[in-house]
């Protein structure tokens, strides 16, 4: 055939492939990378992926997942197999012994043809993958007529048998079955060398009781390893759990990984495919997952919660929590207490509906819901105007703590929306800004204090709770602490909810006082305006939802915060239901006013400020701070920009720093393995692992 008519025909056939593939484009989600993954195939690249699979796979739902090519047109890097839940293990295990355990072995391990399960480990999914649909020239293997579902079943069969036979490097496993049940939680400080919970413990301390990294040696820590792990954007904010030699972090926005604690080495990875358009107002970011029994759970960005197995990362089950269409997603990390698994959600800027709800751990079931924007005829729904409780917002995007004793859960919940424009829904808009304690069993409420009634600074109560004994006015009370967006630093009696005090920790200008119950009284001209007002804190408020730290010992709390002012303009919001964001203002970081970020230790019997430690001042200043880690070593840890530095809890001396290469926007933990002791943090896109260096 002449050069020329096939050069036709070659045109011929991309430009039908082209058609087709925009048909199937056009027919399913994900246009963008659809898109991408077209225009990559005209250009000439993807060679290895045939027109006729290329448009087949762009199908949803289609068992090879390419979207991972619109980053890195890299096959043997993009495209991974999805397929990791237990009953498609089950499914290759009954594929391989009927098609290739003849060649290959009855444990994979090789017989006439090779050893399967070694390749598995040391080489890319998709060459197992296109070895098995197209054979592999000049080898007895030739294509198989399986289904492309089938081929991926029976590589989650290979995968699972090289988890049961070899550790992270390959060398025989000596690792048991990972499992942490609810009582080892419970008593989580009498464990410190794991990290059971996203705050530490149920009371939310984020303090480590392990003692070997201390004032006299931290100067001389060091990096024990580091962890690259995948991410979206420029940071990852997860605060990992750490049980059995593993540590468990999630991989922003698409998964979980497992490292090995002592060297930092992947142990099994999880990845679960995304759909485009996702409705994220701050960021594709994760915050961690939970643990309990044999299964990690973890929250997606389309609003679904996932349960993998802790040893082997198969998926166990996955539950839909809320619909991102609607303008729902989901950031926290989950907490888990009994037999069941407790989050919240995201979206307020989408006008979605805020609620808290508790699964099963078993088996994902839904157990109880709680509204944190109330429905007609509950209670606080007289405190939203006309129909704006539809669209409230009122999210509960952070991680809550709980009362073993009292059975209840403590939960912040976040602004109402729009979040500047309080004309939209005039009222006191509960359960925004609040903390709602609810009976863990049931999901009824308890008792509830909202710490910003009809909140139009966008000062979310999405902090962590924290619990403490205090003595207040000559009583030893059951308290609720809380440092709060607003500037104020509350205590709460956590039985009844009664406010005991409030005092200010940063610099504030918007409230005059409180009431004898504890409602602050607001001072004129602090609401946004046309013009503008100057308002202390700023919108990223006196802290965020950087965790704190508490030391008992010392009845001090380490609070991440920031000194600043803002200019509040308000604007019309005009609302379509998870399309947008749905805001009603612009505000800007007072370039006038002084300004600074950093730890303040705060004695909880009092609100006073004893210490401050400084990490930055003046206009411009990155006011995000990863969050803060006490130990009992007499040492308080915290991240910023990048740099991870240690100060002492009793003068907040800076006592070591270290710069880490990319910016921290994650807490530290603690833990220890043997008698090494480390500190973990997240920074840029690495896990970094530090310890004090091997004894002489």
Not at 326 to 332: A, L, P
Not at 409 to 434: I, M, Q, T
Not at 446 to 462: G, I
């Amino acid at each position: 055939m002449r050069p020329g008519r096939l050069a036709l025909i070659g045109l011929i056939c991309l430009a039908a492939l082209g058609v087709t593939a925009t048909l199937a484009i056009m027919a399913s989600e994900g246009l963008a990378w659809r898109a991408s993954v077209v225009r990559a195939k005209l250009s000439g690249e993807l060679p290895e992926i045939p027109p006729v699979d290329l448009v087949k796979w762009l199908v949803p739902q289609s068992p090879v997942y390419l979207g991972g090519l619109a980053d890195d047109a890299n096959v043997f890097l993009s495209i991974q197999n999805f397929l990791s839940d237990e009953e498609y293990v089950e499914k290759g295990g009954r594929l391989y012994g009927r098609l290739c355990a003849s060649c290959h072995g009855d444990n994979g391990k090789g017989g006439v043809g090779p050893d399967l399960v070694s390749s598995i480990g040391s080489k890319t999914d998709w060459v197992f993958f296109s070895a098995v649909k197209w054979g592999r020239p000049g080898t007895a293997m030739g294509a198989q007529p399986i289904a492309d579902r089938e081929i991926w079943e029976t590589h989650a069969y290979l995968k699972q048998l090289g988890f049961q036979d070899s550790g992270a490097d390959g060398a025989p496993a000596s690792r048991t079955p990972t499992w942490v049940d609810a009582a080892s939680i419970l008593v989580s400080d009498k464990r410190p060398s794991e990290w059971l919970t996203f705050a530490g413990n149920y009371a939310g301390h984020r303090h480590s009781m392990l003692s070997s990294i201390s004032k006299q040696n931290v100067s001389k820590l060091r990096v024990a390893w580091v962890a690259q792990l995948r991410s979206a954007s420029e940071f990852l904010e997860a605060s990992p759990i750490v049980t059995s030699n593993l540590v468990f972090v999630t991989q922003s926005p698409e998964g979980v990984v497992a490292l090995d604690a002592t060297t930092g080495e992947k142990v099994w990875e999880f990845r679960r495919p995304l759909p485009s358009g996702l409705p994220v107002c701050c960021g594709q970011v994760n915050r961690g997952v939970a643990i309990l029994d044999d299964s990690v759970f973890f929250a997606t960005l389309d609003a679904h919660l996932v349960a993998v197995n802790a040893s082997t990362g198969l998926k166990k089950w996955e539950t839909k929590v809320a619909d991102f269409r609607d303008g729902y997603s989901m950031t926290g990390a989950p907490l888990a207490l009994g037999d069941r698994v407790i989050v919240g959600v995201a979206g307020a800027e989408f006008a979605v509906r805020g609620f808290i709800a508790a699964y099963s751990a078993s088996d994902g079931s839904l157990l109880w819901k709680f509204d944190t924007v109330p429905g007609p005829g509950e209670l606080g729904h007289d405190t939203w105007a006309g129909d704006s409780w539809k669209t409230g917002g009122a999210t509960t995007w952070s991680t809550g703590a709980y009362d073993a004793e009292l059975n209840v859960l403590y939960w912040g919940v976040g602004n109402p929306a729009p979040p500047f424009l309080r004309k939209e829904r005039a009222g006191d808009n509960l359960f925004s800004n609040s903390v709602v304690a609810l009976d863990a069993s049931s999901g009824k409420l308890r008792w509830y204090y909202q710490f910003t009634p009809a909140d139009d600074h966008d000062w979310d109560s999405a902090q962590q709770p924290v619990l403490a004994e205090v003595a207040w006015q000559g009583r030893r009370r059951h308290a609720l602490l809380w440092a709060n967006r607003n500037g104020f630093f509350y205590a709460l009696d956590r039985q009844s909810g009664e406010f005991l005090f409030a005092k200010p920790f940063v610099k504030q200008t918007w409230a005059a006082g409180f009431t004898p119950e504890g409602r602050p009284i607001p001072r004129p001209q602090t609401s946004p305006s046309r013009t503008g007002n100057l308002v202390w804190p700023a919108t990223a408020g006196g802290t965020n939802w950087w965790p704190p730290s508490y030391d008992a010992g010392r009845r001090l709390m380490y609070v991440p915060s920031l000194d600043a002012a803002s200019i509040y303009f308000s604007s019309e919001a005009h609302i379509e239901k998870g399309k947008g964001l749905f805001v009603g203002s612009t505000t800007v970081l007072s370039p006038n006013q002084p300004a600074s970020t950093s730890i303040k230790a705060i004695e909880t019997g009092t609100g006073n400020v004893r210490w401050e430690a400084q990490l930055d001042r003046g206009p411009g200043i990155t006011h995000y701070v990863g969050g803060v880690l006490s130990t009992s070593g007499g040492v308080v840890f915290a991240g910023y920009h990048d740099e991870f530095l240690a100060f002492d809890s009793d003068t907040g001396r800076t006592l070591w720093r270290t710069r880490v290469g990319g910016r921290v926007k994650a807490p530290p933990v603690a833990y220890a393995v043997g008698r090494t002791q480390f500190i973990a943090l997240m920074a840029g896109n690495s896990l970094f692992a530090f310890s004090l260096p091997p004894a002489r």
